[in-house]
């Protein structure tokens, strides 16, 4: 079983900058991505950006030359860079850790961090 523990997230004003951390423990032997997703109110959760095995990531089209995510170099902990905040970029913030092919498919998730972007 996978752990995952979300930091880093509070009040922005419009144009500013956060970061985002998330550390994963337990038996992270098979996790082979890690990432972001967030949801809005009233809106379907979506992918933010992925860091995925070999250093390929991953971000939605809102957060392309926005966003940076970052491993650590055990892949226990995944980073996630923000600038330029917009009002629209309000949500929870989720983390998000899935096994490898060698493994049994599984997926975890944090307890999501709000994130507020004031205009």
């Known amino acids: 079983q996978v752990h995952l523990v979300e930091s880093g997230g509070g009040l922005v004003q419009a144009g500013g900058s956060l970061r985002l951390s998330c550390t994963a423990s337990?038996?992270?032997?098979?996790?082979?991505?890690m990432g972001w997703y967030r949801q809005a109110p009233g809106k379907e959760r979506e992918l933010v950006a992925m860091a995925h095995a070999g250093d390929r990531t991953t971000y939605a089209d809102s957060m392309k030359g926005r966003a940076t995510i970052s491993t650590d170099k055990h892949g226990n902990a995944v980073h996630l860079q923000i600038n330029s905040l917009k009002p629209e970029d309000t949500a929870i913030y989720y983390c998000?850790?899935?096994?490898?092919?060698?493994?049994?498919?599984?997926?975890?998730w944090g307890q999501g961090t709000q994130v507020t972007v004031s205009s």
């Open positions: 998000n850790a899935a096994n490898g092919l060698a493994c049994v498919a599984y997926e975890y």
């Open positions: 337990g038996d992270t032997t098979c996790i082979s991505t």
